[in-house]
């Protein structure tokens, strides 16, 4: 499947006055500082790469359902094991003007000095679930973006042909560790108590 070729959008509405705010006329000069700034101010999923910015879509409420699910086991486990799990909107610094906000993400020590309050400056695993209205974003951009963050495992939570991929990174890129459909379960290699039921995550939804 192509990446979709239309300019990122770019339009938001500000929470308590309801004006709608045109992004665009910024685009390309966006700094770090800027966009902490701005996403400081509201809840909308805003992402940035290189003076660009990106207004995510609204999560749908099948995403809901599965993000809840999913959060729910990953904190039975992560937080007997002194870890911490957290879920979007949280920014995610990737690099130097490239933020990122995994619907989950989570450091195996809560104490570590990349659990910051602002943003997080790394992490040791992250999920996303797949939006529909450009899965390439889930499935192939976020893919790299992980990887260069140096993010040891990705789980890529796929409604629309009911899979979960387990991706671990080996050298400069990630390779599958799996890919889980109903009636199996998905296994994370950096966590091995942590195993969720495709069956059970699909049908939370």
Sequence with gaps: MSRSTEAPMVRLVWPRSG??????????????EMYLRLTDQTNQL????????????????KHQRILAFLYALLLEVIRPMGGEALFAPLRLRIRPEKFREP??????????????????LGADLVLEIVSPDDPERDTVVKRADYAEARIPEY???NPIDETITVLTLAGE?????????????????????????????FDAA
Aim: hydrophobic content about 45%.
């Design 173 to 201: 890129g990630y390779v599958e560790h799996g890919v889980f459909r109903r009636g199996q379960q998905a296994v994370s290699r950096l966590i091995p108590a942590f195993t969720v039921s495709v069956d059970a995550v």
């Design 155 to 157: 789980w890529i939570v």
């Design 19 to 32: 004006t709608e705010l045109d992004l665009a006329p910024l685009q390309g000069l966006w700094t770090d």
């Design 46 to 61: 805003i992402e940035l790469t290189d003076g660009m910015l990106e207004v995510l879509p609204q999560p749908t409420r």
């Design 103 to 120: 619907d989950l993400l989570l450091l195996l020590d809560r104490n570590d000095p990349r659990n910051q309050e602002a943003c997080w």
